[in-house]
């Protein structure tokens, strides 16, 4: 199937986003780290992004921690048939730390491409969605999944999820025993980690770090906010989306090194091209693939 095939389903082009969201920002999932050790200074990272083969696009992640503040950011570009056909997406974040973890403030997701723009704004108070706004608004929707009170608490936004989760398993080495609650702003679902299998990579420019991979399988259960059709089934059924994770000790981090997502319409596959972790102990560490 053609690369532009992806973007003829655009709710599978969000969806796809999302997940990567939350994968990337599997940076922040510390490795057998005390909740006493600082986070990163900043995490800076490209990726590129494959459908059914095919070169489709780059991914950007930044993240930036400073006192008692965080922000991050995820940018996604894809193109198909020499740029005829473009999609950008950008997702920013921003809360403070209380007790070493997360505590979202303002989330937006700003898209534009294939005939549509627009953008979904989030507010929070504590892991609470307080307030959604939507640009231009949502239509009325018969069917779908009605998004009620109750699934908008004890959440957070994709970027901030598994930054929330990192601090409460900081005894474990394994960071595939997990479950993320999240909601984008009009789908809640739930991701839940298990353990699938190692792998080794090989680096561009040795890092030092260990060259090896914790493959982690995803399973995407829908809660609430999605339509009943094949492609909601299909992700909620399938057993193909991985992420694989490296483990960066010098940083206290696993670092998303792949991440595979099979839609209906082919898979998708964002692949680490290079990776800048700026500590406050340990300096600059460059990973480059």
Same mark, same amino acid.
């Given at each position: 199937?053609?690369?532009?095939?992806?973007?003829?389903?655009?709710?599978?082009?969000?969806?796809?986003?999302?997940?990567?969201?939350?994968?990337?920002?599997?940076?922040?999932?510390?490795?057998?780290?005390?909740?006493?050790?600082?986070?990163?200074?900043?995490?800076?990272?490209?990726?590129?992004?494959?459908?059914?083969?095919?070169?489709?696009?780059?991914?950007?992640?930044?993240?930036?921690?400073?006192?008692?503040?965080?922000?991050?950011?995820?940018?996604?570009?894809?193109?198909?048939?020499?740029?005829?056909?473009?999609?950008?997406?950008?997702?920013?974040?921003?809360?403070?730390?209380?007790?070493?973890?997360?505590?979202?403030?303002?989330?937006?997701?700003?898209?534009?491409?294939?005939?549509?723009?627009?953008?979904?704004?989030?507010?929070?108070?504590?892991?609470?969605? &307080?307030?959604? $706004?939507?640009? /231009?608004?949502?239509?009325?929707?018969?069917? +779908?999944?009605? !998004?009620?009170?109750?699934?908008? @608490?004890?959440?957070?936004?994709?970027?901030?999820?598994?930054?929330?989760?990192?601090?409460?398993?900081?005894?474990?080495?394994?960071?595939?025993?997990?479950?993320?609650?999240?909601?984008?702003?009009?789908?809640?679902?739930?991701?839940?980690?298990?353990?699938?299998?190692?792998?080794?990579?090989?680096? &561009?420019?040795? $890092?030092?770090? /260990?060259?090896?991979?914790?493959?982690?399988? +995803?399973?995407? !259960?829908?809660?609430?906010?999605? @339509?009943?059709?094949?492609?909601?089934?299909?992700?909620?059924?399938?057993?193909?989306?991985?992420?694989?994770?490296?483990?960066?000790?010098?940083?206290?981090?696993?670092?998303?090194?792949?991440?595979?997502?099979?839609?209906?319409?082919?898979?998708?596959?964002?692949?680490?091209?290079?990776?800048?972790?700026?500590?406050?102990?340990?300096?600059?560490?460059?990973?480059?693939?």
């Amino acid at each position: 199937m053609a690369p532009m095939s992806v973007f003829k389903r655009g709710r599978i082009v969000r969806v796809a986003h999302q997940l990567a969201a939350v994968a990337l920002s599997a940076f922040l999932i510390t490795s057998q780290v005390a909740a006493s050790e600082p986070w990163p200074h900043e995490v800076q990272a490209l990726y590129k992004v494959r459908f059914n083969g095919f070169e489709v696009g780059t991914f950007e992640f930044n993240s930036t921690v400073q006192a008692q503040t965080y922000t991050l950011t995820g940018n996604a570009q894809l193109s198909a048939l020499l740029g005829a056909l473009t999609w950008k997406g950008e997702t920013r974040t921003a809360g403070t730390l209380a007790a070493n973890a997360p505590r979202p403030a303002g989330y937006t997701f700003d898209f534009n491409g294939i005939g549509k723009s627009g953008s979904i704004k989030m507010g929070f108070t504590g892991e609470n969605v &307080a307030n959604v $706004s939507h640009t /231009p608004p949502l239509p009325p929707q018969t069917d +779908v999944v009605p !998004v009620r009170d109750v699934h908008l @608490k004890g959440v957070l936004d994709p970027l901030s999820a598994v930054m929330a989760l990192a601090r409460t398993t900081a005894n474990r080495s394994d960071p595939c025993q997990r479950k993320l609650s999240i909601f984008d702003g009009k789908q809640r679902f739930d991701l839940v980690l298990t353990f699938l299998r190692e792998d080794r990579i090989v680096e &561009a420019r040795p $890092s030092g770090q /260990p060259d090896m991979t914790l493959v982690c399988r +995803v399973q995407f !259960v829908p809660i609430a906010g999605h @339509k009943l059709n094949e492609e909601t089934e299909h992700m909620a059924t399938t057993s193909g989306i991985e992420i694989a994770l490296r483990p960066v000790p010098s940083a206290n981090l696993f670092v998303p090194h792949q991440i595979t997502i099979p839609t209906i319409a082919g898979s998708a596959t964002l692949t680490s091209h290079w990776v800048q972790i700026t500590t406050q102990r340990n300096g600059q560490i460059a990973l480059v693939y």
